[in-house]
């Protein structure tokens, strides 16, 4: 998708400068066809917008590695992953319409909060060596996994407003973008292994069991500033309905922090005659500040909508716009080794996609 949006963004973006360059006259495109930046008196417009989104943050939360029993279950690796789902964000933002030809100052908001939890129960698995005294070997584990996200977006920008005919126009627009993104994976585990000797008349059993419970949480939180640039382009089909889209593109600069937590408790005991004798009992905590970076974060965005205006009273318009977008941050996350040890890098996207809906109060 992002590699087909951005040849797309730099087409829509040059064409735009270009058409930009000519706001002050107007200048003959064809024969019945003109280019020009409208005059228009000062007004307002304030926008609200809901979105239902889906984060790409998959998480591989446990692997299991050659388990124990493997060479005599024939259990093979396997790895527990965290999958996504759709999440209900918010935008907001205001622009004023300066006297003139068609300039305008835009501020805007957005902002989406998501959390997705999963649990797996491994499979009890088990055999018995048929020797004397018979030995008898098992394993099982529970695993469970929480990702949380927290994505603001705030923009500055100036835009000219550029009419090409009755039915097609441009608004290229240049300003600023700050973005914070905020990541912490948690991943629990809950992993029993179980050796039992078959002693035989009163002696019975005696059993030896290694109980591991532990949790990690993985945070990369990033915050970044830079410039960044596009254009919207709307088509008038008439009687009050439009197709909009919009192509942007950003260049923010920050820091990445980056910490891990956890915890450990390994468990081992024997037990013999119906008694359970605690062997060790040892637990370890990590609380690490692993790094904190500064990165250069490459950011894209893009929708396409369907719009229709009706005019409520003199100098006041409403809007209704529904359409679907999409945005990605380039390596902005950083992901735990645990998510990321089958790849060539521990940096992936942050990627959202999905529906959204917006409403636009337009104040003359």
């Known amino acids: 998708m992002i590699k087909k949006i951005i040849p797309a963004l730099f087409l829509v973006l040059s064409s735009a400068a270009a058409l930009a360059a000519q706001t002050n006259n107007s200048m003959p495109m064809a024969s019945d066809m003109n280019l020009i930046a409208p005059h228009q008196e ?46 209900w964000g918010w935008g907001a933002d205001i622009s004023y319409h300066f006297p003139g030809n068609g300039r305008d ?61 009755q039915r097609l126009s441009l608004h290229p627009f240049a300003g600023l973008r700050y973005a914070s993104i905020d990541y912490k994976a948690k991943a629990n585990e809950d992993d029993t292994y179980s050796i039992s000797i078959e002693l035989g008349g009163e002696d019975g059993p005696i059993s030896f069991t290694d109980n591991t419970k532990g949790e990690s949480t993985w945070e990369s939180d990033f915050q970044g500033l830079g410039p960044r640039f596009g254009s919207d382009a709307e088509v008038n089909l008439g009687n009050g309905f439009s197709l909009r889209s919009t192509l942007g593109l950003s260049l923010l600069v920050g820091d990445l922090d980056v910490r891990e937590k956890g915890s450990a408790n390994e468990l081992f005991t024997v037990t013999w005659r119906g008694v359970t004798t605690i062997v060790s009992d040892q637990t370890t905590d990590t609380n690490n500040e692993i790094q904190t970076n500064t990165r250069v974060v490459p950011e894209a965005d893009a929708k396409l909508s369907a719009m229709y205006t009706t005019y409520v009273d003199n100098g006041y318009s409403l809007s209704f716009e529904a359409g679907y977008q999409v945005t990605n941050y380039f390596d ?24 959204y809906a917006r409403v636009q109060l337009d104040v003359a």
Do not use: C
């Open 42 to 87: 000062g007004s307002w417009s304030f926008g609200l917008q809901a979105s239902h989104l889906e984060p790409d943050t998959d998480y591989n939360y446990f692997h299991l590695a050659d388990p124990d029993l493997a060479p005599f279950t024939g259990d093979s690796d396997r790895t527990y992953t965290l999958g996504t789902d759709y999440n």
């Open 105 to 165: 100052v835009n501020l805007a908001f957005t902002q989406l909060n998501t959390s997705h939890s999963d649990s797996a129960t491994d499979p009890s698995r088990g055999f018995t060596i048929p020797t004397s005294p018979a030995i008898s070997l098992s394993q099982s584990g529970k695993h469970s996994a929480e990702v949380d996200t927290n994505y603001n977006a705030a923009d500055l920008t100036f835009g000219q407003l550029i009419e090409i005919g």
């Open 332 to 355: 902005a996350v950083q992901n735990s080794v645990m998510s990321t040890q089958d790849t060539s890098t521990q940096y992936s996207n942050y990627f959202i996609q999905g529906p």
